[in-house]
T-cell receptor, first 116, second 115 residues
Framework: DTGVSQNPRHKITKRGQNVTFRCDPI?????LYWYRQTLGQGPEFLTY????????KSRLLSDRFSAERPKGSFSTLEIQRTEQGDSAMYLC??????????????FGPGTRLTVT | GENVEQHPSTLSVQEGDSAVIKCTYS??????FPWYKQELGKGPQLIID?????GEKKDQRIAVTLNKTAKHFSLHITETQPEDSAVYFC??????????????FGKGTHLIIQP
């Protein structure tokens, strides 16, 4: 499968614990995006990378959230001291920066986080 | 920041009929408008997109129209089939130099195709 992959697919954690999610983009895609989706809502943008550089962060991304893409390939999203309000589906998308294209974003299956 | 409104929240149509979903956006700098289909337990799937230099785009049974002046864009699905049942999201964003920034999504439309 050459699509975007995310691991784990499901994560249950207790409030106050730290969690880390991984995203592997489509091969050679140089942009990688993180979104969060709660039940009945559309995805909300969190942050994105171009290669290893983090180019934009939403104000939704509190200090407890940190994302990295150290080698410009896979990315990790860490949430520290999780709260019940962090329960959501965390989606990753990737795109290819290419002249004359709009930069279509292709999504992975998501990681569903439940904080108890 | 950008705000995207989407209507209706639920749409039920008879198989074979057409379905139309409408969105409005607020940021005149947005120039890229993709539509996604999301099935239960899956990530959003890109089905069609349009850039602001084009008024309409078609791909088989799916078409998207854009009115830049009114900041409206719509998804049209003709000859609906049971497999079209899903949640559809519109989105808006800025695209330049071959890439797009983070997208702002609508709240989604649950499309139900009645047999």
């Amino acid at each position: 499968d050459t699509g975007v992959s995310q691991n784990p697919r499901h994560k249950i954690t207790k409030r106050g614990q730290n969690v880390t999610f991984r995203c592997d983009p489509i091969s050679e895609h140089n942009r990688l995006y993180w979104y969060r989706q709660t039940l009945g809502q559309g995805p909300e943008f969190l942050t994105y990378f171009q290669n290893e550089a983090q180019l934009e962060k939403s104000r939704l991304l509190s200090d407890r959230f940190s994302a990295e893409r150290p080698k410009g390939s896979f990315s990790t999203l860490e949430i520290q001291r999780t709260e019940q309000g962090d329960s959501a589906m965390y989606l990753c998308a990737s795109s290819l920066l290419q002249t004359h294209t709009p930069g279509e974003q292709y999504f992975g299956p998501g990681t569903r986080l439940t904080v108890t | 920041g950008e705000n995207v409104e989407q209507h209706p929240s639920t749409l039920s149509v008879q198989e074979g009929d057409s379905a139309v979903i409408k969105c409005t956006y607020s940021d005149s700098a947005s120039n890229y408008f993709p539509w996604y289909k999301q099935e239960l337990g899956k990530g959003p799937q890109l089905i069609i997109d349009i850039r602001s230099n084009v008024g309409e785009k078609k791909d088989q049974r799916i078409a998207v129209t854009l009115n830049k002046t009114a900041k409206h864009f719509s998804l049209h699905i003709t000859e609906t089939q049971p497999e079209d049942s899903a949640v559809y999201f519109c989105a808006a964003g800025r695209s330049s130099g071959g890439g797009a920034d983070g997208l702002t999504f609508g709240k989604g439309t649950h499309l139900i195709i009645q047999p």
